[in-house]
């Protein structure tokens, strides 16, 4: 019975994001064949949904999420014609992406340390309410900011954008065996936080 | 199968029906198996935030870098620019703007009539219109301030020219030659 709603569930989202790269495809090649402003935009408000909310998990500035965002379409208008239609249009956009968060994270890391050095000071006067709810979602928020940068996008493109494995190892430009280890390793960690806090 | 490996990939329904078959068996039989996947799903959970206000970013404002004009055209533009000043200077050096304004007109200001010109120099310059009758003189241009015009004879007779030449209310006679004042 759980197989089948599985797989009822599955068909739905294959057909599904099917449709999605039929229209992405179209307005990619529209892109790269007649360089149309338009179907760019297109793709920018798309991918704009879907690329964000990813950004805003690799860091909470505005700033650095609209020029990684911007980054990466552009690349996409640059390199449209270089698309060969071998994957799909997302996992060719999240490949891209791939390589730019990677940077991203680096960047924001050293951000984020920056703002906490000069927090600390701030905090050490202030009282400290517990909340366990927002504390499990801080340990956890910190691990993944832990993690290894590559570990951390497979991660979140495997939790939050439910890619396959093999999409991962695609958008990576790494064997699907890579990819599993990386998820291991990640998955192992975000375990040890989740079950030390778990008790709370 | 690596069942272990496949938790991310059954979460996501990316598995193949022979996949998806075999994983739900071991799933069935394996109490650890089982726990991974409980556990995945409630880490998972935990880790997604609500729908906070997100950046959006303008099309309208990256639509400007899509076609950037290359550097050279912003140097060109500027060059031609200044070329452009540059031959308006120098033009206006050589060839300073002429103007018919009599306000600004003066007795060394060119002319281009090509007519006899007398230009006369009057001791009561009130005196020009009664002159002007006497001898039938075309007015061409007044210097109030110096008291002085330019008149063209209109058939001076040589008699009338010698009269005028000797006439007590002129002060200074000149005959200018045409084109050339």
Partial sequence: MNAQIQAVDKDE??????????????????????????AMESLY????????????????????????????????????????????VSSWVFSIGY???????????????????????????????????NHLKQALNQAMQQLKPNHRLVLELAYFEGLSIK??????????????????HARLKMREVYGDSDGF | MDFEASIPDYINHHLSESELALFEAQLLKDPSLQAQVELERRL??????????????????FSKALNPRPWWTH??????AMAIAFVAVLGLAYFPIQSDNAEF???????????????????DF???????????????SLYPTAQAVDVTPDNLSDEERARLMQDHRIRLLKFLEPGTF
């Fill in chain 2, 126 to 140: 009130s005196e020009l219109d009664k002159l002007a009758a006497t001898y039938d003189l075309e007015v061409i």
């Fill in chain 1, 45 to 88: 408000h798309r991918y704009q949904n879907r690329l964000i909310p990813f950004l805003h998990r690799l860091t909470s500035d505005d700033a650095l999420i609209e020029e990684t965002f911007n980054e990466v379409m552009m690349n996409v208008w640059r390199k449209a014609h270089q698309y060969k239609g071998q994957s799909m």
């Fill in chain 1, 13 to 38: 989202i294959y057909e599904q994001r099917k449709r999605e790269d039929i229209i992405d495809r179209q307005l990619l090649e529209a892109v790269a064949r007649q360089r149309d402003e338009g």
């Fill in chain 1, 167 to 184: 999409e991962i190892s695609v958008i990576a430009g790494r064997p699907e065996n890579t990819i599993k280890t990386r998820l291991h």
């Fill in chain 2, 105 to 123: 007109r003066t007795l060394s200001s060119g002319q281009a009539i090509q007519a006899p010109v007398i230009r006369i120099v009057l001791h």
């Fill in chain 1, 99 to 133: 390589r730019v968060c990677l940077r991203t994270i680096k960047k924001a890391k050293r951000i984020s340390e920056a703002e906490h050095q000069l927090l600390q000071h701030s905090d050490a006067n202030e009282s400290y309410n517990f909340d366990p709810v």
């Fill in chain 2, 44 to 61: 998972r959970h935990q880790m997604r935030e609500p729908n906070l206000p997100q950046t959006r970013p303008n099309f309208d404002t």
């Fill in chain 2, 75 to 80: 140097n060109f533009a500027w060059s031609a």
